[in-house]
Each structure stands twice: as structure tokens, then as C-alpha cells.
């Protein structure tokens, strides 16, 4: 299914308004096919993720996702429209540093012959691989969730989730509607935000959503990434007299803010930033602590259980929203290769552009489809809360979606 962009003679050519508007970007590059692949017509689909370092898990999570979406697509037949070539995945660790993640991506543009590259779960590590891919007039298909991502004015960047700032507005708005709904009027917030990308995104939401709302945010605090001391944190939101928490953190970060948290008797409703409180790892780290922690999620497994199983029965665990987003954008990807029938980053790109994606992995994401506007984000997007109960996570709001209803502690 195909939407049209621009005016009757934009339409024409062929042209979409993100392609008019980028008219003089850098000329496609064509680096020769190497070794690696496994086929000569194989369709190399570059990976970058953070495999070690501290976002590690969330690297191999989103490694998972995609490597499960891509054997599928093979024992399928491969790419029917060009006669059943398979996938390749390339898979480059980019570490957990933008330097090392940009350094990657241009090798993996001049060795490897990609159409397009997923990743990479950091958004740091996402802005340094996108001006990359830009110049190699690549597709990027992406669930970071930093604004700036898709606020440059690129034409190859196509991110599948809620920026941050809107995800922190929704944070907030959702956290406000389960307060008056357990009887609780919201009056003071504290915020705590590792100072990334990341980070500052989502704090700046929530900022904006409590000014709106007329909600004091007695406590404002950012902190360095990797935080080794959270005591001054504590001490500072034991102080404020806040009603609810926001910590926007990875996971070693929410890790130590949640157990200092309750380890020094703090048990105010506790409000992750989706990242770190929303994989496995949390509640194998905190144990009983982790009880009834609630999160914002750009997706929840317990949305689509009918492909969100199919990763736990691969790997052993529940699908968290960075396998799932991944998973979902090589579903995209996939139906792009499909509707393009070349493995042409150009003819792949227009389709991402202009091509309602409704079938099959995408539908995994809330609004049960995907497309892509002028900017290269994704309107159907919209966040879910989550919560943890008895060692899962359940939606709990919007009310229309929620899984199971919410422990509040007022």
C-alpha cells in the first residue's frame, strides 16, 4: 500500500517532499561486495549495536530481534521479488562509544556492500552512525529515541519509535492519569537524567508536560552516565518531598538508583524512562525490589504475543521493546527489499518513504502499522506504560491496552 507526498509534479518524478528537500545530498557510494556473504545474490543488511561495554545486553537484545525477523525471512524463500535471495546479516560492534560506532558504520560502508544499516540502540551511538550513512546516501532504520535523530533534516534516517521528548511527555501525562486514578492529585515531581542524548531528550519532555500542567519538578538533576555514587541523588529526592520519581537511566544506572532507593526506605511511585527498567536484567539485578516499578515503553511484548513468543521460545526470555522495535524495523526493511525488488539503497529508501508497512513484524508496534513522514519518524508511534508484576512486565496504560491493572503507592 503506497501514500503520496508533494505536489502533482513532485508525484511525477517520482519524488517525495523529503527527497525534493534534500535535493544536492551526497551521491549514492557503491564499495565492492566482499568475502563475508554466504551467497552471491545474499542481500548484505548491516547490524551496528553495542555488543560489549555497558549497553552490551541492550546491543545483543536488539541483535536478537533482528537475527530472529531475518531466519525467518530466509526459511521463507528470501526476497521472493528478486528471486529468493537470502539476508545477510553484518554484524559490527560499535562498542559503547560514538567515536568507535562511527569508525564501524564507514567501515562497514566501504567493505561490505550494505543497503541499509539497523541500529543502534544508544542514541549517541546513533547520531554518530547516521552522519555516516547520510554521506553514503544509506538508509538508517533506527528505535533511538533522541529528537535530534530525525531533527538534522536527513533523508536516509527512518526512526521507527516516539522521540524522546515525546515519550517523556507521555511519561509524565500517563504517570498523572494513574495519580488521579488511584486517588492521588499530583502536585511535585523529581527528575533525575543521565546527561546523553538519551537522557536529556526524555528529561525535557517531562519538563515541558509538568510546566504545562502546572505540577511543580522540585528536584532537576542530571548525572554523568556510569554513576559509581547515587547517594547525593537520594539525598537530594529524600528532600524534595516529591510525590513520584522519573529516572531517566540505563540499566547499571537504575540499578543502583532503584536499590538506594528502597534499600534507604523511599518507596514514592518509582517511573523509569524505559532503557534500563524494562529487560530482564532489572529484576534479575533487584530482585522483590523491582515490584511494581512502573515504566514508559516505546513497545510492550504483551501487545503481540502471537510474534513476541517466537523470541522466547529462540532465546529464552520475553521480547524487551529493543528486540521488538528492531525485529520491526527489519520487518520494514524487509517489505521495502520486497516492493523495490534490487538491492538499490535509493529504490529502498523511496519505499521506506513512501510505503505504509501493515503486514507482518511491523503491526508489532502500537498503532499496528508503520510508515514514515517528511522527517523520517513514525506517526503511528505512541509509548505504553508498564509495570512490574510477578516477575514480568504488563501494560497498564492507555486503559484500552493496559494487560492488568496498577499497584499505585501513594
Known sequence: MSKSFGTEAQRATGLSRRAVLATGAAALA????????????????GVIMPLSGPNAQFGINSRNGIQLVAD????????????????NLVIADATSNPTQAATVAQRMMSQDNVVSVL??????????????????????????????????????????????????????DYTRALAEQAGTTLERIAIMYEDTAYG???????????????????????????ITDVSPLINQLRRSDAQVVFPVSYLNDSLLIVRAMRQQGITIPTVGGAAGYIIPDFRDGLGE????????????????????????EKFGYFMVHEAQEHAACMGCLHAALE???????????????N????????????????????????????PLMVQWQNGELATVYPKELAKAEVVWNS
Open 30 to 45: 557503491t564499495p565492492a561486495l566482499t568475502g563475508r556473504v554466504f551467497a552471491q545474490d545474499a542481500v548484505n543488511v
Open 72 to 87: 525467518e525471512i530466509n526459511a521463507n524463500g528470501g526476497i521472493k521479488s528478486m528471486g529468493g535471495a537470502p539476508i
Open 119 to 172: 541500529g543502534a540502540f544508544a542514541s549517541s551511538l546513533t547520531l554518530a552512525i547516521s552522519e555516516v550513512t547520510e554521506r553514503r546516501g544509506v538508509p538508517l532504520l533506527t528505535m533511538s529515541f533522541s529528537d535530534q535523530i530525525t531533527d538534522r533534516g536527513f533523508r536516509n534516517v527512518f526512526q521507527i519509535v516516539s522521540v524522546g521528548s515525546q515519550i517523556g511527555a507521555a511519561t509524565f
Open 200 to 226: 536529556t531528550s526524555q528529561s525535557a519532555g517531562l519538563r515541558s508536560a509538568a510546566a504545562a500542567a502546572g505540577i511543580e519538578v522540585v528536584m532537576d538533576e542530571a548525572y554523568p552516565l556510569g
Open 289 to 312: 525490589l523491582a515490584d511494581n516499578v512502573l515504566s514508559i515503553s516505546p513497545a510492550a511484548y504483551d501487545q503481540a504475543p502471537e510474534y513476541t513468543e517466537r523470541f522466547r
Open 339 to 353: 516492493s523495490a525488488g534490487k538491492a538499490d539503497p535509493d529504490a529502498i529508501r523511496e519505499h521506506l518513504q
Open 355 to 382: 510505503d505504509v508497512f501493515d503486514q507482518g513484524w511491523a503491526t508489532v508496534m502500537t498503532g499496528g502499522k508503520v510508515e514514515f513522514d517528511d522527517k523520517g519518524r513514525n506517526p503511528h508511534a505512541s
